[in-house]
């Protein structure tokens, strides 16, 4: 990384470490200050943390979008009523 | 999750799909049809090999209703049938076995960590669909079905865990990877696709 900084003592890297689990809410009290000090002083994590979490929700999205190819749900029923059936 | 009913409905519906109505098994089939084709399409990459999962998973699950118990929720009970029938499906000669796991740091710079004179933008959500389409495929096997399973199934860390056969903290490891693999391919699509 370009210029690793130590910023609430912390470096960028370990910050990056922590993203995820700062994302779900899942950081104990003293690596939730840390990352929330470090970003506070680094423009860089900044940046990316917020673009990190933007790319996270719009896969979210993705969920509510997708449905089925067309004709899988109904050659599903098919095979399910033969089974039922026979 | 908009299509997920809930705990109780559902396992009053299990209870008279188990007695023989098959209507209710028609109810729980469009109600996990979509989230089963999802993950099964995360695994085997192939549209044509998920819906034969699919299918096997839903007559599995018809022949083996009793065998299902309120601890697990009905949706996980059926991710792990249609796991157990992917990976029978699953191509070995498209993973890469042995291959060096990168780093977060690695990961991260591909995904725009620490490159200051770029801040791009994520498209707007229309925009974004089709691309967060295709950077979810491009992912390896692992990473789209850690994803597929916490960001899109919805399913809980500890669901997520067991059902891989992880531990939490390997669960999560795996999960951090996997998004950021996913934000630096997202990246790559929307470079590529830019105005
Ligand atoms: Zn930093």
């Given at each position: ?18 993203l995820s689990r700062?994302l779900d ?27 990190f979490?933007?790319a996270i929700?719009?896969l979210r ?26 | ?41 995360a695994l ?57 796991e990168p780093d977060f740091?690695t990961l991260g710079?591909d995904a ?23 950077a979810l495929a491009s992912l390896d096997v692992e990473a789209r079905e850690v994803l597929t399973l916490r960001e899109l199934?919805?399913l809980?860390g500890?669901?997520t865990a067991?059902?891989l056969?992880l531990?939490?903290?390997a669960m999560k490891s795996r999960l951090h990877r996997a998004r950021l693999a996913f934000v630096a391919a997202l ?9």
């Open positions: 990384m370009l210029g690793e900084r130590v910023v609430g003592g912390k470096k960028c890297s370990e910050v990056l470490g922590l700062y809410g899942d950081l104990d009290a003293d690596e939730h200050r840390w990352v929330v000090t470090h970003v506070e002083g680094c423009a860089a994590c900044a940046s990316f943390g917020s673009r979490a933007e929700a719009r999205e993705e969920a509510a979008r997708e449905g089925l190819p067309e004709g899988v749900g109904a050659r599903l029923k098919a095979r399910l009523r033969s089974a039922q059936s026979g | 999750m908009q299509d997920h009913p809930d705990a109780h409905a559902e396992a009053a519906l299990i209870a008279q799909a188990r007695a023989g109505d098959p209507g209710a098994f028609d109810a729980l089939v469009e109600a996990h049809q979509r989230a089963v084709f999802r993950f099964a399409r085997t990459h192939n549209d044509a090999l998920a819906e034969d999962v699919l299918q096997e998973t839903f007559l599995s699950a018809l022949e083996g209703l009793g065998a299902w118990r309120a601890e697990s929720s009905f949706r996980t009970w059926l991710l792990v049938i249609a796991r157990n029938a992917a990976l029978k499906h699953r191509r070995r000669d498209r993973e890469r076995p042995g291959e060096q740091e710079r725009g960590w620490g490159d200051v004179d770029s801040p791009e933008r994520i498209a707007a959500s229309h925009e974004a669909a089709s691309a967060v389409t295709r199934e919805g809980s500890d669901e067991r059902l056969g531990s939490l903290a990246r790559a699509e929307q470079g590529h696709h830019a105005r």
